[in-house]
């Protein structure tokens, strides 16, 4: 072949940011999944779908990326040159689907719904730019029960795939309260919108940063460790002051406790005393945001919204540490309007360094009252929680526990005479009748190749009926798994040659119940 022709191939590769997903994950993944929804059902919630695509305009501009082409989305135009996106979250296009059939869905219309997102960002480890989340969210209620159910609903969520109480926690606050705080530092209005963005995408990095690490990205910036700089939100020193001194709260609550001598959540402690540790610490929190939002309206409107979350949750025996207010959590996401929720798994384990890492956060969501009115003028209320299912079940899988269920391969039945397909295919058919996985092998007709393909497979047998066979009626039957225990304790080739390792001959009409008893 000439130079030209090698030259026009394109190049096998997976497009950047994107992956090919193996055989385990899909199955591992489906298991997950089908126990999410075992569990969003149980609370009532309804499933429906949203496409893939949506026009641009319906999906707005909401995403924190903003430095990425097309604000962090994937955009093309259609033959009518209207600007369509694939889907960033699954949050905008139900948006889109409430407001276009408000009128025939139920008030509060609870539904979830799972899927692939797309988002245009930067891929780096474990960020990809196609990932599959799965969200559940009540629309209609202003409640603040609502918010804290669907916490609650995560929690029995994170229990249901295998988490035990204690290794992952619910946590939320409110973006009330930080824009009670930007009310009063002089960034509400409209011509404020950038810098009170960059500056919650500054504040969502404090488990990863610190205090002194928001306090530069809220400032001129900050330089990583591999010298990549970060720009700032450009505030003022007292304006950076005031956004940060919400975020030690939580830790100044738990300190106070452990001073009084009341056993926090980290002791050992359960039951009554440990929710009791988190009623005090609670009201702690709630003293420190009443003293900050004091002459902000908006920010004690947030405070006592949280308030009620937490009376529901507390009556509802989930402040035992599954469900904690938090006041670092933010969400980077511009349309949330109140009360924002995040799940971290709090299990360790370590990386490919052999350094002791946590997962982190897997899920979180939020209200957005603002998000129907886009379409409608009218304000709908709405609140929900979205779960990265591909991140979480990385996690899982890394800890053990991501329930995967061991699919056999399936039995491959061998071709031994071309002219006899239809013997071998009604092989595969009595298997499959009788609920064994099977397949006829297409290959090769050299037997030898047809056994590789078998060992490749992974198949437990493979069945071989040759004319001698067929003339007796029967069938022979080999176990690969255990023919390869065997061979492992055999010293010399010729002792090997000499035996007919793990297989046996039986008639045809036993060859379902053989199949079976050897699969075991």
Not at 61 to 66: A, E, I, R, T
Request: hydrophobic fraction near 40%.
């Amino acid at each position: 072949m000439n130079d030209k022709a090698k030259s026009s191939r394109p190049k096998a590769r997976v497009a950047k940011g994107f992956r090919d997903i193996d055989a385990d994950e899909v199955r591992g993944t489906r298991a997950m999944l089908a126990t999410i929804q075992r569990v969003y059902e149980s609370y009532g919630f309804e499933p429906v779908e949203q496409p893939f695509i949506e026009y641009t305009d319906a999906l707005g501009k909401f995403l924190p990326d903003q430095d990425r082409p097309n604000a962090g989305v994937f955009s093309f135009q259609d033959e009518d040159e209207q600007w369509l996106s694939l889907r960033y979250d699954l949050t905008a296009p139900l948006a889109r689907y409430v407001a276009e059939n408000f009128q025939k869905l139920p008030t509060p219309f609870r539904s979830y719904r799972q899927g692939w997102v797309f988002r245009n960002e930067k891929p780096g480890l474990g960020r990809f730019r196609q990932f599959m989340q799965f969200d559940a969210d009540t629309v209609g209620s202003s409640s603040p029960a609502a918010d804290a159910e669907v916490c609650m609903m995560a929690a029995d969520t994170m229990e249901a795939l295998g988490i035990a109480r204690g290794n992952y926690v619910l946590r939320f606050y409110s973006r009330k309260v930080i824009d009670g705080i930007f009310e009063a530092i002089g960034l509400a209005g409209v011509e404020n919108a950038a810098k009170r963005l960059t500056a919650l995408r500054a504040i969502d990095k404090f488990d990863k940063f610190g205090v002194d690490g928001v306090r530069l990205l809220l400032g001129n910036g900050r330089k990583d460790d591999s010298g990549d700089f970060t720009k700032g939100a450009n505030l003022s020193q007292s304006q950076v002051e005031a956004l940060v001194a919400h975020l030690p709260i939580a830790n100044e609550a738990d300190v106070a406790m452990k001073a009084h001598g009341v056993p926090g959540r980290d002791s050992g402690a359960v039951g009554k005393d440990i929710q009791e540790f988190e009623r005090i610490r609670a009201e702690g929190i709630f003293g420190g945001i009443q003293t900050l939002a004091a002459k902000s309206p908006v920010g004690l409107e947030g405070l006592g919204e949280l308030r009620q979350i937490w009376k529901t949750i507390s009556d509802a025996g989930y402040n035992d540490g599954r469900v904690r207010i938090d006041p670092s959590i933010i969400r980077g996401l511009e349309y949330y309007t109140g009360p924002v929720f995040e799940c971290e798994l709090l299990m360790e384990t370590k990386d490919e360094d052999g350094n002791t890492v946590r997962f982190g956060s897997v899920g979180g969501g939020g209200r957005y009252d603002d998000l129907v009115a886009r379409f409608t003028g009218q304000q709908v209320p709405a609140t929900g929680f979205s779960i990265g299912v591909s991140r979480l079940y990385s996690a899982l899988k890394r800890v053990g526990r991501a329930g995967t269920q061991d699919t056999l391969a399936p039995v491959v039945v061998t071709v031994m005479d071309k002219d006899r397909v239809g013997d071998y295919y009604r092989f595969v058919q009595d298997l499959r009748a009788a609920g064994i996985r099977a397949e006829m092998s297409l290959g090769a007709a050299n037997m030898g190749k047809q056994m590789k393909y078998a060992d490749k497979r992974g198949a437990p047998l493979v069945i071989i009926q040759g004319g001698d066979e067929k003339a007796k009626g029967e069938v022979t039957i080999k176990d690969l798994r255990l023919g390869s225990e065997l061979a492992a304790n055999i010293a010399s080739r010729e002792e090997y040659a000499s035996q007919r390792l793990a297989q046996v001959s039986v008639p045809e009409a036993q060859l379902v119940e053989q199949v079976r008893k050897m699969l075991g």
